[in-house]
């Protein structure tokens, strides 16, 4: 019988093989859901979907795209904000 930590559904069940040959099951976090983007809602890619101190010891290229805006808004609402940005002219002309 599982402690009653392990109960909880919080918790998924991972199955592993040992080396002889005998099943046991691993009680792991789940993963955090996929990032969004801020416009339009669609799932970014490029984006790892990790836990907290996972994220913290990955590498910033690798956390999100290196492209403006990146990890905030998919890159078809970055192009559209980009021409946003570009056909208003400049205060500073």
Known sequence: MPA???K???????????????VVVHHKKR????ATCAVCGAVLKGVP??????????AKT????????GGFLCSKCMR???KEKI???GKNV
Do not use: C, D, H, I
Not at 11 to 21: A, D, H, I, M, N
Not at 62 to 69: A, D, I, M, V
């Open 8 to 22: 909880s559904r919080s918790l998924r069940r991972v199955y592993t093989k040992l080396p002889g040959s005998k």
């Open 31 to 34: 993963k955090p859901s996929k």
């Open 49 to 58: 979907r990790e836990r907290p101190y996972k994220m913290q010891n990955m």
């Open 87 to 89: 056909s208003k002219p």
């Open 4 to 6: 009653g930590r392990y």
């Open 62 to 69: 690798k956390k999100r795209p290196s492209r403006p805006y």
């Open 80 to 82: 559209a904000k980009l």
